[in-house]
T-cell receptor, first 113, second 110 residues
């Protein structure tokens, strides 16, 4: 079967740095994505890694190690508005084959003042 | 720019009634289209995806079906809703491999 593991919840204070880990066991792998979802809203795309290494986009960075089946999302200079659920997702096949994603169960991040 | 429209935003339906949720995408051609369901406090479960008109792949056998009558239109249907069909239904599109989601439909079954 397919599985993605990520912590269910994380708490941090404003201005701090937080890392959300994701380990996966899947039948295929074309990349690891991260999505943010605020309560009651739709998921929005944050970051994507197809190759090993670090991708940086503003305050958010994402890392992938394919040999370890592991990735993480790093959020710096936390703000109250970063309180949300964060999902990792594995692309199981190529875009032309459908671009299927399988999602983790999500990590609820609470940012405290 | 590309936009995705999904409606209605909320829906309350009795058990045994039919369902039709519609999703349309603007500003792009031949996107991959997806239907997901999300239970409260859970991750997204892929229900159906489509790589082209009339091409539907089903991921989970269940009480639902999907159709893609036009390039940028994706419809989720049921002939008879069950209580277990309650949830947050999300449509998404993809062109460059990144999926973009509509605002979702919150479906409650009574």
């Amino acid at each position: 079967g397919q599985s993605l593991e990520q912590p269910s919840e994380v708490t941090a204070v404003e201005g701090a740095i937080v890392q959300i880990n994701c380990t996966y066991q899947t039948s295929g792998f074309y990349g690891l994505s991260w999505y943010q979802q605020h309560d009651g809203g739709a998921p929005t795309f944050l970051s994507y890694n197809a190759l090993d290494g670090l991708e940086e986009t503003g305050r958010f960075s994402s890392f992938l190690s394919r040999s370890d089946s592991y990735g993480y999302l790093l959020l710096q200079e936390l703000q109250m508005k970063d309180s949300a659920s964060y999902f990792c997702a594995v692309s199981l096949n190529s875009y032309n084959q459908g671009g299927k994603l399988i999602f983790g169960q999500g990590t609820e991040l609470s940012v405290k003042p | 720019s590309q936009t995705i429209h999904q409606w209605p935003a909320t829906l309350v339906q009795p058990v045994g009634s039919p369902l039709s949720l519609e999703c349309t995408v603007e500003g792009t051609s031949n996107p991959n289209l997806y239907w997901y369901r999300q239970a409260a406090g859970r991750g997204l479960q892929l229900l159906f995806y489509s790589v082209g008109i009339g091409q539907i792949s089903s991921e989970v056998p269940q009480n639902l079906s999907a159709s893609r009558p036009q390039d940028r239109q994706f419809i989720l249907s049921s002939k008879k809703l069950l209580l277990s069909d309650s949830g947050f239904y999300l449509c998404a599109w993809s062109v460059q491999g990144i999926q973009h989601f509509g605002d979702g439909t919150r479906l409650s079954i009574l």
